[in-house]
C-alpha cells in the first residue's frame, strides 16, 4: 500500500522531471530535497521510508532534536539562516550548508568542519533582490566570498542558493532564477579553481520555472509534506 507521502513524492518527481525536459536538461540534473522543518520524527521517518533521502531542515536548533532520532541513511542540508555561534553544532548535523553569507561565516564553518572531522559541501546565498532579512551576502561582496571558498579544506562551495522575495505566481520569481544563473556564470570564470556548478533556488510554488530556468537542487517542503501549522 502506498501511503499519502509516497503519492505526492511520486507526483513532485514526475514534475521535475518533465519541467527538466521542457528544458532540453537530464533527468539526473535536478536534486530533489525534502524540507522537513515542523514536521514530526513520524513524518520525517515516514518520507525515509519512501525514498526520500535528501533532506532539510532550516534551524539548527530543531535539526539538533530531529536529526538523531531519524538514524543514518538521509543527507541533510541547511537551508536557513545560520549564525555563525553555532557553525559547531551545525558541522556536525549538516552535510550541506545552503547559507553561507558570509567570508566569517565560511571561516567558522570551516574551522568546524576540520575539528568533527568532516568535509561539508557548501552554496553560498545571495541578496539578489536586495533581501532586507540580513540573509544573503550583496553580490558586490561575492567575490571576497569566493576568493576565500577557494581557500577552504574542508568546505568545498560548489554553488550559489537564492531565496527570492515571495511570490504565490512562480513567472515573477523567473527573473531571479535568471539572474542567479547569470551570476553563477560570471562567478565562474572569475573563480575557474572552484566548480559552481550548482544551483539551489526553487520551492513548492515555483520549483519547475527554477528548474527551467537552471535549478540542480530544489527545495521542496509544502508540496511534499502538506502545510506547516506555523509559517517557519
Ligand atoms: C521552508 C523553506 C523551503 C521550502 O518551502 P516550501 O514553500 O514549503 O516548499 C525552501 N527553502 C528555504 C530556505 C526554506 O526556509
Known amino acids: 500500500m502506498q501511503g499519502a507521502f509516497a503519492e505526492r ?3 513532485v518527481r514526475r514534475r521535475i522531471v518533465a519541467a527538466a525536459s521542457r528544458a532540453g536538461r537530464p533527468e539526473g540534473a535536478v536534486t530533489l530535497i525534502g524540507i522537513s522543518k ?15 533521502l535528501e533532506l532539510g531542515e532550516n534551524r539548527v536548533q530543531e535539526a539538533r532534536e530531529k536529526i538523531p ?10 537551508v536557513g539562516h545560520l549564525q555563525g555561534n553555532k557553525a559547531n553544532l551545525a558541522a556536525r548535523l549538516f552535510d550541506v550548508v545552503h547559507s553561507i553569507d558570509s567570508t566569517d561565516l565560511l571561516g567558522r564553518l570551516d574551522r568546524a568542519a576540520a575539528s568533527a572531522g568532516r568535509r561539508l559541501q557548501g552554496f553560498v546565498q545571495v541578496a ?7 540573509a ?18 574542508h568546505v568545498e562551495v560548489r554553488g550559489l542558493m537564492l531565496l527570492p522575495p ?3 505566481d512562480p513567472e515573477r520569481s523567473r527573473p531571479w532564477f535568471r ?34 530556468e537552471g535549478a540542480t537542487h530544489v527545495r521542496v517542503g509544502r508540496a511534499l509534506f502538506g502545510a506547516r501549522r506555523e509559517d517557519a
Not at 544573503?136 to 579544506?153: E, H, I, W
Request: hydrophobic share 40%; with cysteine; proline share 7%.
Open 9 to 11: 513524492l511520486e507526483s
Open 38 to 52: 515542523t514536521m514530526s520524527v513520524e513524518r520525517v521517518k515516514e518520507a525515509v521510508a519512501a525514498g526520500l
Open 69 to 78: 532520532r531519524i538514524g543514518p541513511g538521509p543527507r541533510w542540508h541547511l
Open 128 to 134: 539578489l533582490a536586495g533581501e532586507t532579512q540580513k
Open 136 to 153: 544573503g551576502v550583496p553580490p558586490a561582496d561575492l567575490d571576497d566570498l569566493l576568493r576565500a571558498a577557494a581557500g577552504c579544506g
Open 166 to 168: 515571495y511570490d504565490p
Open 179 to 212: 539572474r542567479l544563473r547569470e551570476v553563477a556564470a560570471g562567478a565562474r570564470t572569475r573563480h575557474p579553481g572552484l566548480r559552481l556548478e550548482d544551483l539551489s533556488m526553487g520551492m513548492s510554488d515555483d520549483f519547475e520555472v527554477a528548474i527551467e
